[in-house]
């Protein structure tokens, strides 16, 4: 991929503001390129705040991509953009019934970003309502997870409770057909990350991809004598 096609360089050429940190474009590329040679796709980010962050996803991904964004900030639906397949949302991540109402109308969600309100209910009811939607062949991407560190956003080092601590838990759930005993609470889990293929934890960010499982088969080569 040459320079200008780069995420980055779409960030910096984007005529709307938004702000990320640094090392968050490589992360993004990593997962996300796989869907620059597919079709259809529709990506959906909490977290409008001046629209640079949509332009940006509209420049990068195909041409055909749906992008709908979901701001709790109603000034968010004022934004404007040089493209149709752009539109945002108003709602409240941290209301179950938003999420209720909202997620039928969205339909299909290819990618889902969580840059919304970093607290650890609003990160945790979010994922739990998308996720087992999402179809296999689809990533979920939650950012700014250092605010599980900290305990004005309800997180802390090892805090029950904390996104990270939570996310911690999908590496069981992936692992779940080796384990014999399972809780209330891992079922649940269970259901949740349905088809969840890995989860990739970086400096403030957690990326979970949903790719179906495998059958676990043991093999061995052939020997020919």
């Known amino acids: ?73 109603p000034e968010c639906a004022n934004l404007k953009y040089d493209t149709d397949r752009i539109s945002v949302i108003i709602g409240d991540q941290s209301a179950e019934g938003f999420w209720n109402d909202t997620l039928p109308r969205l339909g299909k969600i290819d990618i889902f970003i969580d840059d919304g309100g970093h607290f650890m209910d609003q990160q945790i009811l979010t994922f739990e309502k998308v996720f087992p939607l999402m179809p296999v062949n689809s990533v979920y991407i939650c950012e700014d997870t250092h605010t599980s560190y900290m305990s004005y956003n309800g997180g802390g080092f090892r805090t029950k409770g904390s996104f990270i601590e939570y996310a911690k838990q999908y590496v069981d759930v992936i692992h779940s057909k080796w384990i014999d005993e399972l809780d209330t609470d891992f079922e649940h889990k269970k259901k949740v990350g349905y088809d969840l293929t890995s989860v990739h934890f970086y400096d403030s ?21």
């Open 205 to 225: 960010m957690v990326v979970f991809e949903k790719f179906g499982k495998k059958d676990m088969q043991r093999v061995s080569p052939i020997k020919f004598r």
């Open 1 to 73: 991929m040459s320079d200008s096609n780069t995420l980055r360089n779409y960030f910096d050429k984007s005529k709307l503001s938004s702000d990320k940190w640094e090392p968050y474009f490589e992360v993004y590329e990593r997962h996300l390129r796989r869907f620059l040679i597919r079709s259809n796709i529709h990506l959906v980010e909490v977290g409008v705040q001046k629209g640079g962050s949509l332009e940006m996803w509209s420049e990068y991904l195909p041409s055909d991509t749906r992008i709908t964004g979901i701001d709790i900030d």
